[in-house]
């Protein structure tokens, strides 16, 4: 009954619920809030909703058919999904996290696809040669686009395989002429108040900002993804692009990027600043290493709903293994 109101486990008391406040000391809301409240929830993956009839209205891209004439892309066949089967575009569509929206993955794509994409831009700055400011026309003419089919495992133990497009991470990152001392790059992703999951819960640590190592970010499996299913992005999967590093958990690939920033030390990120004992910086996929929750065990594949083993760096452990000792997390 939608009358009754329930006291919520995130529901913060008033003096506390100000971005201010939060800034000013955000560990101090996490100990008063209690472990666990501003985590990845775990959720039920047969129960979600089943995608919506309007399969066009879902999929169309962000930025309309501005650059259509790049896609579809050639399909490299360097990188393969073995013996797992694609994900419906619908279903992919349809269940997602971007938590700028909501934390309701069936309803995320509904107010996405509402939100008004303004002029893009990203912001280079930090240990570079040069601080510069790519347009998009620049990030998506950096290089030649190819597709790639990638594997994807959430923290939360869903999995799914979709075609990405777009291109090494590398050439972006060269063309930011990082300096030498430059050892990690941050992701800043786009901060609007006015997106209703922004809006409704300001106890996050906004913006979204993801990080890697610059050796990670260097790594030929690293992606630039400016498209999905042979087209621009549609919103919901972070339009107009994302970086994909498919064997680390989905959390490590952020949505909507407006900046990077390249620096000497480790930067803070969002979830590893929100929940450090449950999200480390690295947080490479690896079976053996349990969340403080649940096991990484298994997997459930969205798309069959199969479940299966979780494999060491989702299965790329030949291509990414030599970039761990095994103790980073
Ligand atoms: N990027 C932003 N800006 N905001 C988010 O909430 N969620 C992350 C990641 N990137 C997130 C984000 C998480 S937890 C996952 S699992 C993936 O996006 C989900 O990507 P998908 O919805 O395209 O499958």
Known sequence: MSHIRRSRPWALPERLATPERIHADRRQVLRTLGLGTLSLALPSIASAAEPADDVAAMTAPAIGSRFADLFPAPRSDAWSLGDRSLTPEQRAASYNNFYEFTLDKAKVWK??????????TVEVRGLVKKPKTFDLDALMKLAPLEERLYRFRCVERWAMQVPWTGYALSKLIDACEPLGAAKYVTFQTIHDPSMPGVASQPWYPWPYVEALRLDEARHPLAFV???????AMPMQHGAPWRVVTPWKYGYKSPKSIVALEFTAEQPSTFWNDA????YGFYSNV??????PRWSQRFETDIGTQEQRETLLYNGYADEVGSLYTGREV
């Open 286 to 291: 690896e079976p053996h290493k349990p969340h």
């Open 225 to 231: 993804a400016v498209g999905i299913y042979g087209h």
């Open 111 to 120: 107010l996405a696809q509402a939100y008004e994409l303004k002029p893009w």
């Open 275 to 278: 929940q450090p004992d449950e």
